[in-house]
């Protein structure tokens, strides 16, 4: 087995690196550490950039990498897609819209021919930006629970209801929502995805403030909203399916934790070495995240190669994602011991230590065990599916 890259994707990765330098304000990653691929909590300062550096990854085809040529793609690998993920992370650079870059796969599979057209070319272009309303008060990891409810009448179906923790729905212009079509049916039957435009009327965008005060989850409410019934992704008792399909796009492509891992205990090993707080306990404690660092890298690209090889990868999936979420919130506790007293001041105050850096990736990391699915919930697949264990 070999594990090293090709000179393509070698080249490849020297190009978009020195690319990102060339397009990013001077000192961008400096001033800007925390952000990255998540730009909506300070859309103000950040949206614009984010935007621009959008049509410009576009403009490239490095928002479509893996995609048909046909559609606008390049005809390349989930490899190279991470490739560019690791580039853009370790520069804290926005543009990767990572959520219309996993709800394009679902597209490409389950979407017809007038969806492709209407909905790939806003995203191969960086010119539209995308959420997904899954959850609801009383539906998170027990999705299936979901009330919000569709009714056809005519040729538009009409949604009312209520989605809570979308993420970035403040600014982005189209949505990924999972509705109920049939109220009397099973309960992960009688389910369909829809493909919202935000603008239309009778939606109703709420934010919902982070652990660290920003404005980055939103609830939504729907009133009336009517969706055309050509926007229906699948059929409707297919939602589950296709939602079951995004959500292994997602918790493999959507950010790289190993990426935004180690480039924070690098930042966090040049602090220790300035301050002289680097004991041999913490020494061996830091090799070891390093190399876990390492083994979630892999574990991301072993359901890379799979989704390349067309094969199902919904195991290597939940396998990287518990083991990389949890592995963000390790180091993150690890700062917050290298930097000791001064850990718990945020940005802003001048005791802070790392401009806060330890104290605001601490609580954010609290939520990547819920995002994108629970580790609970990615352990039932691993037993369930890939140890074969019974339910009970």
């Known amino acids: 087995m070999d594990f090293e890259f090709t000179p393509v994707q070698e080249a490849f990765r020297l190009e978009v690196r020195e690319f990102i330098r ?3 304000p001077k000192d961008w990653a400096r001033n800007h550490w925390k952000y990255g691929f998540d730009f909506y909590s300070d859309l103000d300062e950040l949206g614009p950039v984010a935007r621009m550096m959008s049509k410009e990854l576009g403009a490239k085809g490095w928002l479509s990498i893996p995609w048909p040529k046909q559609y606008g793609g390049q005809e390349g ?34 979407g017809t021919e007038e969806q492709k057209k209407k909905f790939l070319p806003g995203i191969s272009t960086g010119t539209e930006f995308w959420c997904e309303s899954l959850s609801e008060p009383d539906a998170g990891s027990d999705l299936a629970s979901l009330k919000t409810l569709t009714l056809l009448q005519g040729d538009h179906y009409i949604i009312n209801g209520q989605k809570v923790w979308t993420s970035g729905a403040h600014g982005a212009d ?3 929502l999972l509705a109920r079509t049939d109220p009397r049916s099973l309960k992960h039957h009688g389910l369909g995805a829809f493909l919202v435009d935000l603008k239309t ?19 939504i409410f729907f009133d009336d909203v009517r969706v055309p019934q ?4 699948g059929d409707g008792n297919s939602g589950w ?3 079951m399909r995004l959500l292994d796009y997602e918790r493999t492509f959507c950010v790289p934790f ?6 924070y205990l690098e930042n966090l090993i040049e602090y220790a070495r300035q301050a002289g707080c680097l004991n041999p306990a913490l020494r061996e ?25 067309g094969l199902p990868f919904s195991i290597e999936a939940a396998m990287s994602k518990v083991f990389g979420s949890e592995l963000n919130q390790r180091v993150a506790t690890l700062g917050m011991e290298i930097v000791g007293p001064h850990s718990g001041l945020l940005e802003g105050s001048k005791w802070a230590a790392m401009d806060g850096q330890a104290a605001w990736r601490y609580l954010r990391s609290l939520g990547n065990t819920l995002e994108m699915g629970t580790s609970e919930v990615d352990r039932i697949v691993l037993a369930q599916r890939g140890l074969g264990l019974p339910r009970e």
């Open 174 to 176: 189209r949505m990924f």
């Open 22 to 24: 060339g397009k990013l």
């Open 258 to 263: 190993y990426a935004e891992a180690q480039h």
């Open 230 to 233: 050509e926007d229906l992704l």
């Open 77 to 110: 690998s989930y490899i190279d897609q991470l490739i560019l993920a690791e580039e853009l992370a370790a520069q804290h650079c926005p543009g990767l819209e990572i959520f219309g870059s996993v709800i394009a796969p679902v597209l490409l599979e389950y």
């Open 285 to 309: 404690r830091t090799a070891q995240l390093l190399a876990e660092c390492k083994a979630a890298q892999l574990l991301t690209y072993r359901a890379a190669s799979l989704a390349d090889m």
């Open 241 to 243: 399916r296709v939602t």
């Open 201 to 219: 009327p009778g939606i109703t965008v709420s934010p919902l403030i982070n652990a660290v005060g920003e404005h980055e989850f939103n609830e």
